[in-house]
């Protein structure tokens, strides 16, 4: 089982709708991520926290809204998304190594499917 | 920026055989490189990673090279089993910028 937990595992929302994906890790890593991986592609890096602020955003829409409440808990929330957003959302995590963020293993969750319709 | 090329896109093998994924990457700095294997429904785990200052790395029937000077390294997997089909993805990262994936090679381990 992954130490990266991901909630909901599923989600189906119309384009209307608002909703909330949850990620949650206790290994006190300081970096934590969201990435968008579509059907056959590799993961799409989305945000980046580091030490609870963001300090990487990919030029994502603003109908995705990242948040990192504390250091073990990080949410996108989602707004007036369409149909071509429907994928799979994976958070991760990753400890800061030598004063670098990135040069160490990225935990990922199991991701939420989302579907747009 | 930092561009990471997979070579093949899907791979068959027969059980017992050997599997060998390359990728090659372009930017100097890099100097971490790990391995990852994504299973159906799934997110991707860490299976091996290296560092610039070693040049090759095992772990049981996995193994990883790295050619620094051919900015190339490779994800060497003997005897293969069926569990071990996926879809493996290798990355690079200068460790100031974040990791850059491969597309991704289908393994298909046939019994």
């Known amino acids: 089982d992954t130490e990266v937990t991901q909630t909901p595992k599923h989600l189906v929302m119309g384009m209307t709708n608002k909703k909330s994906l949850k990620c949650e890790q206790h290994m006190g890593h300081r970096a934590m991520y969201w990435y968008k991986q579509k059907a056959k592609k590799p993961p799409e890096l989305m945000f980046v926290y580091s030490y609870e602020k963001l300090s990487i955003n990919e030029s994502v829409p603003s109908r995705f809204s990242p948040e990192c409440p504390n250091s073990s808990l990080l949410n996108l929330h989602l707004h007036a998304l369409q149909p071509e957003d429907s994928a799979l959302y994976l958070c991760?995590?990753?400890?800061?190594?030598?004063?670098?963020?990135?040069?160490?293993?990225?935990?990922f969750g199991n991701g939420t499917r989302l579907t747009v319709t | 920026g930092e561009n990471v090329e997979q070579h093949p896109s899907t791979l068959s093998v027969q059980e017992g055989d050997s599997a060998v994924i390359k990728c090659t990457y372009s930017d100097s700095a890099s100097n971490y490189f790990p391995w990852y294997k994504q299973e159906l429904g799934k997110g991707p785990q860490l299976i091996i990673d290296i560092r610039s200052n070693v040049g090759e790395k095992k772990d049981q029937r996995i193994a990883v090279t790295l050619n620094k000077t051919a900015k190339h390294f490779s994800l060497h997997i003997t005897e293969t089993q069926p569990e071990d089909s996926a879809v493996y993805f290798c990355a690079a990262s200068s460790g100031n910028t974040p990791l850059v994936f491969g597309k991704g090679t289908r393994l298909s381990v046939i019994a």
């Open positions: 991760a995590s990753s400890q800061e190594r030598g004063g670098n963020t990135y040069n160490s293993p990225l935990h």
